[in-house]
């Protein structure tokens, strides 16, 4: 079977909801930021957070690590305070994974700053 065009996941996903009544959870816009920010599309990744917002789905700790390391690695720190920022308002505790990603990218922007 060949693999889905990437960006297609997420038209099936809604069409899937659609069909059958069902509301998109926070799985499954987890899975499209961890597709979008694995694959370095910061602006995709962003476009489905507010779209969380918006509708009213809770970021997760998942989603929440997905998207700071996304945004790490892209250097758009000011976005990644507000993406740890709504999280930690909406209860979510970091863990292992969530926190060493902060701190990585804590280190990473301290060693930029040196130089």
Not at 50 to 78: F, P, Y
Not at 84 to 90: G, L
């Amino acid at each position: 079977m060949k693999s889905l065009r990437f960006g297609r996941q997420f038209e099936l996903i809604e069409e899937l909801a659609n069909e059958n009544g069902c509301r998109i959870n926070g799985w499954s816009y987890t899975a499209m930021l961890k597709i979008y920010g694995s694959g370095g599309n910061v602006g995709k990744a962003m476009e489905f957070f507010e779209e969380m917002s918006e509708v009213g789905v809770e970021l997760n700790v998942m989603g929440a690590t997905c998207l700071i390391q996304c945004l790490g690695k892209a250097g758009r720190i000011d976005e990644l305070v507000r993406v740890f920022s709504v999280s930690v308002q909406q209860g979510i505790e970091p863990d292992d994974r969530l926190s060493g990603c902060l701190f990585v990218r804590c280190v990473t922007v301290q060693e930029q700053d040196r130089r």
